[in-house]
Nanobody
Framework: QVHLEESGGGSVQAGGSLRLSCAAS????????LGWVRQAPGKEREGVAP???????RYADSVKGRFTIFKDPAGSTLYLEMNSLKPEDTAMYFC?????????????????WGQGTQVTVSS
């Protein structure tokens, strides 16, 4: 069982930056497909950025070049660095994990989820 807790959300103006953190209850640096998923009001959940156990990240087209996902080598924290934020990035952002050492797609079948952290970007 993996417990995930997000932090770092908030309200920023367009063009601003935020760093989201996801603290895990155990070691998640390897052995897990990890990711950030967001959900805006009235919309379906959208995979934002997963990162495989072997370290390869992927990004939704909507965030490429602006967001960076990375893992703390100490093993228990996942991050999402968000730059050049746009109003359309406004959503609840969730940290998620799936025990997997293989391919880690945007549509990963995550089975561990955090409670989410709200990101609001104003124009």
């Amino acid at each position: 069982q993996v417990h995930l807790e997000e932090s770092g959300g908030g309200s920023v103006q367009a063009g601003g930056s935020l760093r989201l953190s996801c603290a895990a209850s155990g070691y998640i640096y390897s052995g897990y497909c990890l990711g950030w998923v967001r959900q805006a009001p009235g919309k379906e959940r959208e995979g934002v950025a997963p990162i495989a156990s072997y370290g390869i990240p992927r990004y939704a087209d909507s965030v490429k070049g602006r967001f960076t996902i990375f893992k703390d080598p100490a093993g228990s924290t996942l991050y999402l660095e968000m730059n050049s934020l746009k109003p359309e990035d406004t959503a609840m952002y969730f940290c998620a994990a799936e025990k997997s050492i293989g391919y880690c797609p945007l549509s990963a079948n995550f089975n561990y989820w955090g409670q989410g952290t709200q990101v609001t970007v104003s124009s």
